[in-house]
Every structure is written in C-alpha cells, then in structure tokens.
C-alpha cells in the first residue's frame, strides 16, 4: 500500500508564497504520474497541477497557470507545489495523488494523500 504524505500547507496573506510537498512511502514513485487537486469548503475537488513520469510534461489548471509550480524529485520520491501570488480564492485542502494517467481527471489517480490545509487571507 502506497502512502503519500502532504505538507508545508499554512496561513499566509495574499500575494504570498508556500511551497507544499508530498513524500511517497515507496519506491513506487518512478513511473507514475503525479497530481495536485483541492477542495474550498463547500465545492467538489479540483484539478490544479499534474506533472509526467519523467518530468518532460506538466499541466496546470486555468486559475493557478503561471503562479503555482509543480515539480518532481524521484530520488526523495517526492512532489512539490511552489505556490506565488496567492490569492483568497486559492484557500482549500490540498491533496496529492499518483496515477498511471497524466490527466486532470481525478478518477484515475489510484492514490491520494490526507491532505494539507492552505488558507490565504485578504
């Protein structure tokens, strides 16, 4: 059974920055696609951010294009989420998840973190 374990979430103010990160428990990170989605309070998951086996393709949602940066080391079997210039609208939980699928679809993402809880005050 594969583990992932999100952190690094918090309060920051608008136009801040947090960087997460979510560690695998196994050596089953080579491979597998990896995906960021959130959850605000009230509202169905979303897609954020994916990134390929082998780093080359990365996909963002509308809303976080050219502020949030995801990123891959395969050697800590871990995957980050830089976030800049965050905005009221970016609080949720955050959740990591690893598929086989490189997609903003959440459905085939086999495994999913706990979750990590970003707020951002105006």
């Known amino acids: 059974q594969v583990q992932l374990v999100e952190s690094g979430g918090g309060l920051v103010q608008a136009g801040g920055s947090l960087r997460l990160s979510c560690a695998a428990s196994?050596?089953?990170?080579?491979?597998?696609?990896m995906g960021w989605f959130r959850q605000a309070p009230g509202k169905e998951r979303e897609f954020v951010a994916t990134?390929?086996?082998?780093?080359?393709?990365?996909y963002y949602s509308d809303s976080v294009k050219g502020r949030f940066t995801i990123s891959r080391d395969d050697a800590k079997n871990t995957v980050y989420l830089q976030m800049n210039r965050l905005k009221p609208e970016d609080t949720a939980v955050y959740y990591c998840?690893?598929?086989?699928?490189?997609?903003?679809?959440?459905?085939?993402?086999?495994?999913w973190g706990q979750g990590t809880q970003v707020t951002v005050s105006s």
């Open positions: 990134i390929s086996w082998n780093y080359y393709t990365t």
């Open positions: 998840a690893q598929g086989w699928q490189l997609t903003a679809d959440p459905e085939p993402y086999k495994y």
């Open positions: 196994r050596r089953t990170f080579s491979g597998t696609a």
